[in-house]
């Protein structure tokens, strides 16, 4: 059976993804503000460790694509990484924007108001320790939300270590495609929600998620066609990059 978690679902269905991650240099903090500019109140972002334990937020395994930085992040330090340009490789309007870390974003979001789904997105090799770092985390920087994140990943030895540090906090599965014993998986890891691709969801997994009590959700739902299909399905949380999507649907 999931964790108890409140009734009705207490996060919205729109939800931005890496920030306004298209709009801005994802995952930075200008990306978060203009998602909240643009109406949405809800933000899903990708959370890894620094070699010294820092939780700071960043997709890749490696720093090519979204900063000025070259090679693997694993073996870096935060006083290393806190020096990177991350928001020239997206426009030169951005550049000098530098990575978040995870209390920062939590300051933000208490300043705001606003809701996270954190996806705890480990270094190849380091996921127990992140899942676990990510969720003491969340249990001192989030102590005293009337809704707490809500933690993901495609990792499931990285929900079991935050399961583990943190039962309390919700946890979701994030799914690519269906893989051997993922129900089961989801069922020890007491997830209160399923994360899946778009394509995956249809109307046999929306029956499966009731009868173990999950919500659903979708990644990264970006036409109004595949939103309303979505919607009519019952899924409860669209995880989009496209700012103006909910005024379409």
Sequence with gaps: ?????????????????????????????????????????????????SADGVPYLLHDATLDRTTNGHGPVEHLPWADLARLDAGGWHS???????????????AWCETHGALVNLEIKPVPGHEAATGA???????????????????????????????QAAPELPRGLLLE??????????????????????????AALMQTAQRHGWRVLSYTVNDPAEARRLRQLGVEGLITDIMHLPATV
């Design 1 to 49: 059976m999931s964790t108890a978690f409140p009734t009705p679902w207490p996060y919205p269905l729109w939800i931005a993804h890496r920030g306004a991650g298209k709009d801005a240099p994802e995952n930075t903090l200008v990306a978060f503000q203009r998602g909240w500019e643009a109406g949405f109140r809800m933000f899903e972002c990708d959370v890894k460790l």
């Design 92 to 106: 030169a309007r951005y550049a000098g924007e530098r990575l978040l870390r995870l209390d920062q974003l939590a």
């Design 133 to 163: 770092a990510v969720a003491r985390a969340v249990q001192t920087l989030w102590g005293q939300a009337t809704v707490p994140p809500l933690l993901t990943s495609f990792q499931p030895h990285a929900l079991q270590a935050a399961q």
């Design 177 to 202: 495609k269906f893989w051997p014993g993922w129900e089961g998986v989801a069922e020890a890891l007491q997830c209160v929600a399923l994360v899946g691709h778009h394509p995956l969801i249809d």
